[in-house]
């Protein structure tokens, strides 16, 4: 992979409609790094909110570690159909702006928040994803594409999740990309409800503890990929 020059800084803070989100981490520049350029598409749960500051988002924790130069295009409530139509001008097509970075790495941890539509939106739900990854691909053909599973919150686990899951699966293998399985259990026994909670105090979204424990998930997921990141 080649290096190359920072794009932007770091964002804060996401995650579901429906369900209200906790303020931003306070953001903060990114550390001078020349590594592999490394863009992140998804929502609360990788744009850190609940976090203490950006720092500790699981993103952050990995790509320092790597020392990738990381762009996060994560947004609060955002899923593939979830909040498109109503995030603004730009907003509403973070793909494109993900193409734009021109990264040497993608990640996708999209698909949470599509459950709160699916009821309503199933089809739909199912088409965005195979485009999105579709033009992800054909944008970004030189990019390695990491496909995960889309993380979960809480112990009530409704159908549409695994459901989600698999559509996502499948659009993975379908362009090429590494996909990484059991992430909407990471958090298992650690919910809002759970004696050994790892949850902010808006019980939707991860602590501190629970962010650096998605970044140990991810760094052991990203080490059984072949090759390994």
């Known amino acids: 992979m080649r290096a190359r020059r920072l794009l932007g800084?770091?964002?804060?803070?996401?995650?579901?409609?429906?369900?209200?989100?906790?303020?931003?981490?306070?953001?903060?520049?990114?550390?001078?790094?020349?590594?592999?350029?490394?863009?992140?598409?998804?929502?609360?749960?990788?744009?850190?909110?609940?976090?203490?500051?950006?720092?500790?988002?699981?993103?952050?924790?990995?790509?320092?570690?790597?020392?990738?130069?990381?762009?996060?295009?994560s947004e609060n409530g955002l899923g593939f159909v979830n909040r498109r139509a109503s995030m603004g001008p730009g907003l509403d097509d973070i793909p494109a702006q993900v193409i734009a970075d021109d990264p040497d790495l993608v990640f996708v941890t999209m698909g949470l928040n599509d459950n709160f539509s699916y009821d309503r939106a199933a089809d739909r739900i199912r088409e965005t994803?195979?485009?999105?990854?579709?033009?992800?691909?054909?944008?970004?053909?030189?990019?390695?594409?990491?496909?995960?599973?889309?993380?979960?919150?809480?112990?009530?686990?409704?159908?549409?999740?695994?459901?989600?899951?698999?559509?996502v699966e499948d659009a993975a293998a379908r362009i090429g990309a590494d996909h990484i399985d059991?992430?909407?259990?990471?958090?298992?026994?650690?919910?809002?409800?759970?004696?050994?909670?790892?949850?902010?105090?808006?019980?939707l979204h991860p602590d501190d503890t629970g962010y650096a424990h998605l970044a140990e998930q991810m760094d052991a997921a990203l080490g059984a990929l072949d090759p390994p990141l």
Request: aromatic share 10%; hydrophobic share 40%; charged share 20%.
């Open 129 to 167: 994803i195979d485009s999105d990854l579709q033009r992800l691909r054909d944008g970004l053909p030189d990019a390695r594409i990491v496909v995960v599973e889309p993380f979960w919150y809480t112990a009530d686990r409704p159908a549409s999740v695994d459901i989600i899951a698999g559509w």
């Open 182 to 203: 059991g992430a909407s259990h990471w958090l298992d026994g650690h919910y809002a409800d759970s004696a050994d909670s790892w949850m902010a105090g808006d019980g």
């Open 9 to 73: 800084l770091i964002a804060a803070a996401s995650l579901v409609l429906g369900v209200s989100a906790c303020s931003a981490p306070t953001a903060e520049p990114a550390p001078a790094v020349t590594g592999p350029v490394v863009s992140f598409y998804g929502d609360s749960y990788t744009r850190g909110t609940g976090a203490s500051s950006n720092d500790k988002r699981w993103s952050t924790i990995v790509s320092a570690e790597r020392g990738w130069q990381e762009i996060n295009r």
